[in-house]
C-alpha cells in the first residue's frame, strides 16, 4: 500500500464549476498535509498547508482533512483553464530517522473552457 | 514570501564532467533544504536532506559520492553532480523548509526552486 495515494486523473472539469481532489494516506501519525500545484515542465507550487480536523479555505481553494478517515481533499471553486495542471497531496510521515515530506503521485485536472 | 531560486534553470555538460547547482532561499532562513529529482511523468523523489552545518542525509539507492551536498548556510546549499552521465540526466529540484504558522512539531513548510534541467551528453 503506498503512503499517499491519489487517482491520477485525469479530472476533466468544465470551466467554473468545482474541481475535486481526493488523497488517502495510510499513516495514522501523519499529522501535516500539503497541496501543491505544478505546471508541466515546472517546479511544485505549495497552494494549501492544513494541519487540524475540518476545513481551510484560501480564495477558491478549499482544504478539508479528515484524520479519523485518513483522507485530505482539494476543491478549486470556479475553476478557470488556468488551473489545468497535476495536483500534488503530500503527507508528513512521522519516521524513526526523521519526518519526510510524502508525495502521492499526483491528479492531473483539466479545466475545458 | 518564501521565495527560492535556483541556479542554473538548464544546464548541457559532457560525460564525466561535474555540475554544481546552487538553491538559495531568498527572503528567509531555511531550517532545513531538501534535493529532489523528477524524471519525465513521473513523481519527485527525494535524493537529499540537508542541515546548515551537518552532513546531508541521502535517502536509501542515492550515491553520496556522486551526489554532493553543501549545506554552507542557511540560505544556500549546493548540489554537484560528478562525473555525470547521460542517465543522471534530468530535473533537480531543491527546496527550502520552513516552519509553518500553527503547524506544530512536525510542520515544515517546503518552498520548492524552479529547478535545474540537466542533460548530460
Known amino acids: 500500500q503506498k503512503e499517499v495515494e491519489q487517482n491520477s486523473g485525469p479530472l476533466s472539469v468544465p470551466e467554473g464549476a468545482i474541481a475535486s481532489l481526493n488523497c488517502t494516506y495510510s499513516?495514522?501519525?501523519?499529522?501535516?498535509f500539503f497541496w501543491y500545484r505544478q505546471y508541466s515542465g515546472k517546479s511544485p507550487e505549495l497552494i494549501m498547508s492544513i494541519y487540524s480536523n475540518g476545513d481551510k479555505e484560501d480564495g477558491r481553494f478549499t482544504a478539508q482533512l479528515n484524520k479519523a478517515s485518513q483522507y485530505v481533499s482539494l476543491l478549486i471553486r470556479d475553476s478557470q483553464p488556468s488551473d489545468s495542471a497535476t495536483y500534488l497531496c503530500a503527507v508528513i510521515v512521522i519516521k524513526a530517522a526523521g519526518n519526510k515530506l510524502t508525495f502521492g503521485g499526483g491528479t492531473r485536472v483539466l479545466v475545458k473552457p | 514570501g518564501a521565495v527560492v531560486s535556483q541556479h542554473p534553470s538548464w544546464v548541457i555538460c559532457k560525460s564525466g564532467t561535474s555540475v554544481k547547482i546552487e538553491c538559495r532561499s531568498l527572503?528567509?532562513?531555511?531550517?532545513?533544504m531538501f534535493w529532489y529529482r523528477q524524471f519525465p511523468k513521473q513523481s519527485l523523489m527525494l535524493m537529499a536532506t540537508s542541515n546548515e552545518g551537518s552532513k546531508a542525509t541521502y535517502e536509501q539507492g542515492v550515491e553520496k559520492d556522486k551526489f554532493l551536498i553543501n549545506h554552507a548556510s542557511l540560505t544556500l546549499s549546493t548540489l554537484t553532480v560528478t562525473s555525470a552521465h547521460p542517465e543522471d540526466s534530468s530535473f533537480y529540484i531543491c527546496?527550502?523548509?520552513?516552519w509553518g504558522q500553527g503547524a506544530g512539531l512536525a510542520g515544515t513548510e517546503q518552498y520548492f526552486g524552479p529547478g535545474t534541467r540537466l542533460t548530460v551528453t
Open positions: 499513516d495514522r501519525g501523519s499529522q501535516s
Open positions: 527572503d528567509f532562513q531555511a531550517t532545513t
Open positions: 527546496s527550502a523548509g520552513r
